[in-house]
């Protein structure tokens, strides 16, 4: 086949190519790899890659690019010529797999149909009836959900010809469309659906979870079937331990698909990278008794992979098949992630000398704190936000000098907390000054080793060592200064609600009129990086100072109600009651959020004026959207489409309905109350109790509105950096830059580009350490590392924290984000590392939920007592239960009993 400038069609094969190796964004990047390994010589099955240009064609105009018919015909024809085969036809007929191959890798993210051109009319050409109608049947099931999106997979006829006529027949009932009969037929329509599947929502998701922008469309690559006997992946380099000297090769019987998609357990060798003999052999999924491959067939692939990897200059992930005693190389590509792997450890050692000069005079810990539970890994211009936010400057300071404080820092604008390894910390040190300035009180470090919620109230430890010779002379004053603190607090504390309302919010209203009639897009950047700062100083300084004080009251309140519950009724009927006095609140805005996404789902699909509505109110929100990289919902509404599709399918009452059943236990609660005190003995302490409970129930709810509305403010600060990121082609990148940067980069991009390369490299690796909850200066050595934990329910239970009441049995659902589910069932214990506002649908079916950190007052513990589902934190909870473990959850006595041993790294 000759190409010209205009080709669309790029034939390969061992020993030739038409295509150029270097045009991944012509051929993607799997038929880039397939054209250099024919052009090397390597073993691989013939075939040939259309275009990415021409998906960009068919998503525009509905149908082929000119030429494109004719020139798939012309190469159709020379793979025919090229295998002594015929395409779906003759005695020895041509079966083709059609996969897709974007210019960056997206594993499993689109289509790919095996067999094509597989039909009746040559079912001779097999060793039995039932083997090609088994083979007839896999075709159909990929086709029909590749092609129409049906799922054939219900149909379970145990004879393979009944179940490949099943198949069809529901293939065409529930597509409306015939079954293509004809080869050529069968062809068009899976080119087409390799094209569709770039479209697709996990596609669509994919990238732009992974920011990949400039991409025109995926690749088809039509391949000649290889009759696999056996196949698998060669690793040329352990990609969990690139050190280790080791290829690893998995290896099964039948088709690689099989094991790239993990629908078999394949055998694992371990090989010497070195010698290629096997260190170690991990049995998988066997028809008998023999492994999938012999010493001589693993060190012939072994061999291969060296070679691959020598021409490459890279670690390679190789797909291989062997039939007929030929080895045959499907693809090959780069191992994913081995950089990060490699800077994991770099990045560790880095942060243990980091944390060791910042403590070199002076031994310290530092303790998780609770804005890790929303803000799990925040990116460099996120983290430098926050913790401005979190400083005397900010929001955080504004609200201690609202309450008649006079807060202190060491470094001005840094606060007093710690990004450890990418996560979020509280240094007590800098905590005690903070809220105390010169006043020489400070936390006692083996108290908060113990008891990580010494944290929670003030320090209480005296230094005298911290004293100098004038602080006699300023007592006077910094008692004057408490008590005026004081009478201010209570001067606050009468009407915070007022406050809020009547004064912060339209002050927020006013600022987000103004910042809507800014046209970010004629600015220039010095006015932009002025903007910012402008609306982070109101944003995260001045409203939200304000925003915090209502709830700042609301937790106090259940604070006092709490202790003097548990002083009458001890922790655990005292923990009980104070929960159920604060359920079923009036106001809560992600209650009211829930119970209208329910609400819109239950109407018939296509009236949309609620939906509109809801993304009107709602849409400034998002999963992690404390991370301002984060897609607010208006921008991206995929997460709430999947949220009213999951309340479609379930059949428990709405939230609403479930809300007022936590309004009749709370009400029933607040009436046993004055019989439960005088049963007690505390009937002297009904006033106290009783004010204390109307204060948390008014203002508790405030928590999440404040943050609510604080959210609406902070969308208009992502505005400005996504214009940022646009402007200068960054995407998502923008985020990775540092406050100082915005006005640099335009002077020298490539080496801001460059540190922006660095840093994402740092915050995925870090990504992959196992922190502690509190890391203690003094024992650093092993810090990050990996700790083996055993989870037994056959034991003893597991100890953990309960921060809402109750008990439930289920099975463990481990979800890490909400927005990669599927179908979690129904009476599962939700399992993940925290919750906000965007994950409350999830809380629908759960009996329970299990949550690595937050506290009594976190959103979490807020909704599960709204759903009346228990609630425990666990730390490293996702690693240390299995999925699918039957579960045992007290959240009154704080135990979980594990029905099914388990064992994790952690």
């Not at 008649?404 to 470094?411: A, S, V």
């Not at 359920?583 to 239950?602: R, S, V, Y």
């Not at 004026?609 to 400034?620: N, P, T």
């Not at 909870?877 to 007290?890: F, K, N, P, R, V």
Request: net charge neutral; charged share 25%; with cysteine.
């Amino acid at each position: 086949m000759n190409t010209t400038a205009e080709s669309l069609v790029f034939p390969f094969g061992e020993g030739t190519r038409q295509g150029d190796p270097s045009r991944i964004d012509l051929l993607g990047g799997k038929g880039a790899s397939l054209a250099e390994m024919s052009r090397a010589g390597f073993p691989v099955p013939p075939g040939f890659t259309i275009s990415t240009a021409c998906c960009a064609v068919v998503e525009q105009h509905g149908h082929w690019p000119a030429g494109l018919e004719t020139q798939v015909r012309t190469a159709l024809y020379e793979l025919e010529q090229a295998t002594g085969r015929t395409f779906g036809q003759g005695p020895r007929p041509l079966f083709v797999a059609v996969r897709s191959g974007a210019a960056v890798s997206m594993p499993g993210m689109m289509d790919t149909i095996l067999n094509c051109g597989l039909n009746p009319g040559v079912a001779t050409c097999f060793p039995s009836e039932d083997c090609f109608w088994n083979e007839y049947a896999e075709h159909i099931r990929l086709f029909a959900a590749s092609v129409a999106g049906v799922s054939v997979a219900a149909v379970s006829a145990a004879n393979p010809q009944q179940r490949a006529r099943q198949f069809l027949d529901t293939y065409e009932r529930q597509s409306g469309r015939p079954f293509p009969r004809d080869p050529w037929e069968a062809l068009q329509q899976s080119i087409n659906a390799v094209f569709a599947s770039w479209h697709s929502d996990r596609a669509r998701a994919y990238r732009q979870h992974h920011d990949l922008r400039g991409i025109v469309g995926t690749a088809v690559n039509v391949q000649a079937m290889f009759p696999s006997e056996r196949s698998g992946v060669l690793f040329t380099v352990n990609p969990n331990d690139p050190a280790a000297g080791e290829m690893i090769l998995e290896a099964s019987w039948g088709l690689g698909e099989a094991v790239v998609s993990g629908a078999v357990t394949p055998d694992i060798y371990t090989l010497d990278a070195t010698t290629l003999q096997t260190r170690h052999e991990l049995r998988g999924s066997r028809p008998g008794t023999d492994p999938a491959l012999t010493l001589d067939q693993r060190r012939e692939i072994a061999e291969l992979g060296r070679r691959i990897e020598s021409h490459f200059g890279a670690p390679s992930d190789i797909e291989w098949g062997i039939a007929g005693g030929r080895v045959a190389l499907l693809q090959t590509r780069k191992i994913r992630g081995l950089e990060i792997v490699a800077d994991t450890e770099r990045g560790r050692l880095d942060e243990i000398q980091r944390l060791k000069a910042i403590a070199i005079d002076e031994p310290t810990v530092w303790v998780v704190h609770n804005l890790s539970e929303t803000l799990p890994a925040p990116t460099p211009l996120t983290w430098e936000l926050i913790r401005w936010f979190m400083s005397a400057r900010g929001g955080y300071g504004n609200l201690y000098r609202l309450l008649g404080h006079r807060p202190h820092e060491r470094e001005p604008g840094h606060g007093f907390l710690e990004l450890i390894s990418g996560r979020i910390y509280v240094d007590p040190r800098r905590a005690a000054e903070f809220h105390f300035g010169r006043l020489p009180f400070e936390y006692d470090m083996d108290q908060v080793v113990r008891d990580r919620t010494t944290l929670d109230r003030q320090p209480t430890r005296f230094n005298f060592d911290r004293t100098d010779s004038l602080f006699f002379f300023r007592l006077p004053g910094l008692l004057w200064n408490m008590l005026r603190g004081s009478w201010r607090m209570q001067a606050l504390k009468r009407d915070p609600v007022e406050r809020f309302l009547g004064t912060a919010l339209p002050k927020l209203e006013e600022f987000l009129n103004q910042s809507r009639q800014i046209n970010l897009t004629s600015l220039s950047t010095a006015d932009m990086v002025r903007e910012l700062i402008r609306q982070r100083d109101f944003v995260l300084g001045e409203f939200a100072g304000e925003s915090l004080v209502p709830g700042f009251f609301g937790g106090l309140a259940h604070d006092q109600l709490r202790q003097l519950l548990i002083q009458l009724f001890g922790p655990d009927d005292g923990e009980q009651l104070a929960s159920q006095l604060t359920t079923g609140l009036q106001g809560d805005i992600t209650i009211e959020q829930n119970c209208q996404l329910f609400e819109i789902a239950a109407k018939p699909a296509g009236e949309g004026h609620d939906y509109s509505r809801f993304l009107a109110k709602y849409g400034h929100r998002a999963i992690n959207e404390m991370e301002l990289s984060q897609p607010r919902w208006r921008e991206d509404p995929q997460f709430v489409d999947r949220m009213i599709e999951r309340f479609r399918g379930t059949a428990t009452g709405s939230p609403r309905e479930r809300h007022e059943q936590q309004v009749i236990i709370r009400r029933r609660a607040e009436e046993s109350l004055p019989a439960r005190l005088a049963a007690a003995g505390g009937s002297s302490l009904r006033e106290r109790i009783e004010h204390s409970m109307r204060q948390a129930q008014q203002l508790l709810p405030y928590r999440e509105l404040g943050k609510f509305h604080l959210m609406r403010g902070y969308e208009a600060l992502r505005q400005v950096l996504v214009e940022l990121g646009r402007r200068w082609d960054l995407g998502r990148d923008v985020f990775f830059l540092r406050l100082e940067e915005l006005t640099q980069f335009e002077h020298d991009p490539a080496a801001v580009i460059q540190r922006i390369a660095e840093r994402k490299l740092r915050w995925r690796s870090q990504q992959k350490l196992k922190l502690p909850d509190l890391v203690d200066s003094r024992q650093l050595a092993e810090f990050g590392t990996v700790r083996r934990v055993v989870a037994s329910g056959d034991h003893e239970p597991i100890a953990c924290r309960p921060i809402a009441s109750g008990v439930a049995r289920g099975s463990a659902r481990i979800v890490l984000d909400p927005n990669t589910v599927t179908e979690l069932g129904r009476d599962y214990i939700l399992v993940c590392p925290s919750t906000d506002p965007g994950w409350t649908p999830l809380f629908v079916n759960a009996r329970g939920l299990i949550v690595e950190r937050g506290g009594v007052l976190s959103h979490g513990a807020i909704v599960a007592r709204d759903f009346g589902i228990p609630a425990v934190v666990l730390e490293s909870a996702t690693q240390l239960i299995a999925e699918g473990a039957l579960l045992d959850l007290d959240a009154v006595h704080g135990t979980i009993l594990v029905q099914h041993a388990t064992g994790a790294s952690v």
